[in-house]
């Protein structure tokens, strides 16, 4: 059981350091690579420890429920096109390079 510990603390760093380089950039590579680490680790913790009952199902299905959660709420973020508010006589023009330098990502 130690050893899944680590394995899990592992991924973990993983996620975190990701999350700090790439999906603060709002990078779409981070999103992927973050998506897939994090849900085949809870895949892997549902099918090692919660199948064969090292601890309650209703337990044990919370940290899945909060990926799934926290997954549909970045794509629904990441779907929606943010637009700041600008003020000036070149907010027309900042606005168009803000849009193509998003766009570009």
């Known amino acids: 059981m130690y050893q899944l510990a680590a394995h899990m603390l592992s991924i973990a760093t993983v996620v975190i ?4 380089f790439a999906d603060w950039r709002n990078s779409s590579v981070g999103y992927w690579l973050n998506l897939s680490v994090a849900g085949g680790a809870d895949g892997v913790w549902v099918l090692v420890v919660v199948l064969p009952g090292y601890v309650s ?49």
């Open 57 to 105: 199902v209703s337990r044990g299905l919370m940290p899945p429920t909060l990926f799934v959660a926290a997954a549909i709420a970045t794509t629904i973020a990441r779907r929606i096109e943010w637009r700041p508010r600008l003020h000036g006589k070149h907010e027309e023009a900042t606005m168009r390079s803000l849009i193509d330098r998003n766009r570009a990502d």
């Open 17 to 20: 350091v990701v999350s700090i």
